[in-house]
């Protein structure tokens, strides 16, 4: 087996390493599991934005809560923000793109809903700002970031900072703590069927 491949992999399971050794980001990991699970019992959404890498993981944790991730049961009201292309490019040509996010939050966010955004910078200029528009309408807002937070870290109710710098294991592991979450808000929702 190439070296190069085992190191790749190394390096994965060392930021993982660096998770299970951080008390903060587990305990964050079980505050958001705890407030998106009060969110659905409670009639509220749940809304995801990511560019790039970060899109494809946001619909990917949208539609394990719109679908199902374990269990046969009812959807629970998930979405990823970026899905509708007519509504994406006629925003990102008639205002600009770092103005996608905020204006449908503007829309559709409802106190009490909660937007999740995921960024490996912290710095992604469409999502701080629908950050701050969610905060003015009283949504609760969970920044997925790498190690520093970037922009996002003042404007997230909850930070889940990976410690890592590397945007592909970054990426890694916002997906593995977002199946933490689906599938603990999952068996919370519908603990009769698991």
Request: charge should be negative.
């Amino acid at each position: 087996m190439s070296q190069q491949i085992k190191d790749i992999i190394t390096a994965s399971v060392v930021v993982k390493q660096g998770i299970l050794a951080d008390p903060q980001i587990l305990q964050t990991v079980q505050d958001c599991i705890n407030l998106i699970t009060a969110a659905f019992k409670s009639g509220n959404k749940v809304l995801f934005c990511g560019n790039g890498g970060s899109a494809a993981d946001a619909q990917h944790l949208a539609a394990e809560f719109s679908g199902r991730f374990y269990i046969d049961r009812e959807a629970l009201p998930a979405e990823a923000l970026h899905c509708n292309s007519s509504y994406l490019t006629a925003v990102a040509n008639d205002y600009s793109f770092d103005a996608i996010y905020s204006r449908l939050i503007s829309g559709i966010g409802k106190e009490g809903d909660v937007l999740v955004g995921l960024s490996t910078s912290g710095n992604s200029k469409n999502i701080v700002r629908a950050f701050e528009v969610a905060k003015q309408k009283g949504m609760i807002t969970i920044g997925f970031t790498g190690a520093t937070g970037g922009q996002l870290k003042a404007h997230s109710d909850y930070l889940i900072n990976v410690p890592s710098t590397d945007t592909p294991r970054i990426q890694e592991s916002h997906i593995l703590l977002g199946h933490i979450i689906c599938q603990l808000v999952e068996e919370n929702i519908f603990p009769t069927i698991a």
